[in-house]
């Protein structure tokens, strides 16, 4: 519980600091017959120290010593030697998988009878020779599985969904796979540490989504890690009187003679798995078109808008500023979905930021709405290369909350943080990744930043660092160069002195 209650807690104090007050068949053991390694990847990343470049390629991916909290319900295949299902994240070894990239995921979801119904078809390339591949899902029963038509034979253990081609593919060779599933999509449950489990939630009311950083899988197969990026489209059928939201825009809609509704909904930016989402039920939804042409939409569940208010009209006047500050909004469409929970967080999704009537209704919810926007350029738009590189996503919008914050006349928060003592963001685990330090030393980084080089060229380095990563993943490495390059070395040691180092350094003067 601890963990997020400092997010709360801080954004709290921000709040207060804003003025006024307004506020197939089974196989039974498929054989290790592919060789992956992390080097196969080409990604932005490629260049970051690598953590598993001491193990061969098919080794144990390491979890020794290390709490994972029992993410994936039974991770007990997690260690078996045979499996190539891990991308090698330091935070999480058995985490995403090798030898491939997906370009999409084509999603549909059928909620109108007791059990959901499902298919999803993961469109890759693969990397290397493939005679098998992993796919991550947690839970859900597999009914078949067919790759560019041909059915497949199947295994399953603990988070691995190991698919034998019907073929082999080759390095470069593209393939559809198509996996049938269904079930009652269950969250992860991450014991104590955190106030949520993780993915799909379904309740009375209907169904949402909060998966960061590992809960994708329990509802739908994927390449589970956010190096793999892929477009999506997910297509929902849902009882008469309920709406289906989803990520990106509405591309087709349709009526069932039983009432049913079928609606396709597609994200054509490249999006990591933990931020896709989806809600069913009773949700208004309110549209607004931008003069830039950008689609605001948000779906309020019709018992949170009472919570809601009228917090979402800051919207607009909110994407213009980070416009200006940031570069281009980088998706077509953006907006909130408030569903009714007190969830205790609120989460970046992309083009669709989850909120509960908790922090929608406190006076935290400006801050916090500022944030989860900001995300969808830092987390979103440039994703973290690897769980440890999640100060990228936090740092970078916590520092845009407080800039929010302070020009709509709330207090400089750059001050308050600076007063409290912080963990040095290094040695992530996953009982660590979101503690406060991730957050507010993240943000007082580029703060101090901003102050050694002035306001001119901090600007240039958030756009290159858009320009150059967007669409794709970036390390704390490729910020460090990207600010050698721009600032010189002497701006890039404060910066690593002010992730790195045991003691936080003196936040310069303002100028
Ligand atoms: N990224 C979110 C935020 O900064 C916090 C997410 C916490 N993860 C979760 N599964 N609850 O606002
Ligand atoms: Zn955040």
């Known amino acids: ?41 080409t990604t932005a990343a490629d260049e970051r120290a690598d953590p598993t470049t001491t193990a061969a390629p098919d080794a ?90 041909e059915p497949a034979l199947f295994n399953r253990d603990g988070r691995e969904l190991i698919v034998r081609l019907p073929n082999p593919l080759t390095a470069g060779q593209s393939a559809e796979v198509l996996v049938a599933y269904h079930g009652t999509p ?68 349709s009526q069932g003679p039983d009432g049913s509704t079928t609606v396709r909904w597609e994200a054509r930016e490249p999006m990591s798995t933990y931020l896709a989402s989806i809600a069913t039920g009773e949700f208004d939804v309110q ?58 967080f609120a989460l970046e999704n992309q083009t669709l930021s989850l909120f509960g009537t908790d922090i929608m209704s406190s006076p935290s919810a400006q801050p916090i709405l500022a944030h989860e926007l900001a995300h969808q350029w830092f987390g979103n738009n440039i994703s973290p290369a690897a769980w440890d590189d999640i100060w990228l996503n936090e740092g970078f919008a916590t520092w845009a909350e407080w800039w929010w914050t302070e020009r709509i006349g709330g207090r400089d928060m750059t001050t308050v943080a600076r007063t409290v003592p912080m963990d040095p963001i290094k040695d992530l685990t996953p009982d660590t990744l979101f503690d406060f330090n991730i957050y507010w030393r993240g943000g007082l980084t580029l703060e101090a930043l901003r102050r050694e080089i002035g306001d001119d060229v901090f600007g240039d380095i ?14 704390t490495q490729n910020f460090l160069d990207l600010v050698t390059e721009i600032a010189g070395s002497d701006a890039s040691n404060s910066v690593s002195q002010w992730i790195f180092s045991p003691t936080m350094p003196e936040l310069p003067a303002d100028r």
């Open 1 to 41: 519980m601890h963990r997020f209650i400092p997010l709360l807690l801080l954004a709290l104090i921000a709040s207060a600091c804003v003025s006024t007050g307004d506020d197939a068949t089974e196989l039974p053991e498929v054989e290790a017959t592919t060789t992956t390694s992390r080097a196969q990847r």
């Open 60 to 149: 144990e991916p390491g979890l020794a010593g290390l709490d994972v909290g029992d993410p994936g319900g039974d991770m007990s295949g997690l260690t078996a030697a045979r499996l190539p299902g891990s991308i090698g994240d330091p935070t999480f070894p058995g985490i995403g998988n090798v030898g491939y990239d997906v370009t999409r995921y084509d999603v549909s979801l059928d909620f109108t009878g007791p059990e959901m119904q499902a298919q999803t078809v993961v469109t890759l390339t693969a990397q290397i020779d493939l005679e098998a591949l992993n796919l991550d899902l947690v839970g859900m029963d597999v009914d078949e599985i067919r790759v560019d038509d």
């Open 186 to 253: 269950e969250p992860i449950d991450t014991g104590e540490g955190l106030p949520f489990n993780l993915g799909f939630q379904a309740r009375t009311w209907g169904n949402f989504v909060a998966s960061e950083p590992i809960g994708a899988a329990t509802w739908f197969p994927s390449n589970d890690h956010p190096q793999d990026k892929a477009i999506f489209a997910v297509t929902m059928t849902v009882p008469a009187g309920q709406s289906a939201i989803g990520p990106g825009q509405v591309v087709e809609e």
């Open 287 to 344: 549209t607004e078109v931008l003069d830039s042409g950008l689609v605001l939409r948000h779906a309020v569940h019709v018992d949170a808008i009472r919570a809601t208010g009228d917090e979402l009209q800051t919207t607009r006047e909110m994407m213009e500023a980070f416009e200006e500050q940031f570069g281009p909004y980088p998706f077509a469409t953006y907006g909130v979905l408030v569903v009714p929970e007190q969830l205790g």
């Open 462 to 475: 958030l756009r290159q660092w858009t320009e150059r990563y967007g669409g794709g993943v970036a390390s």
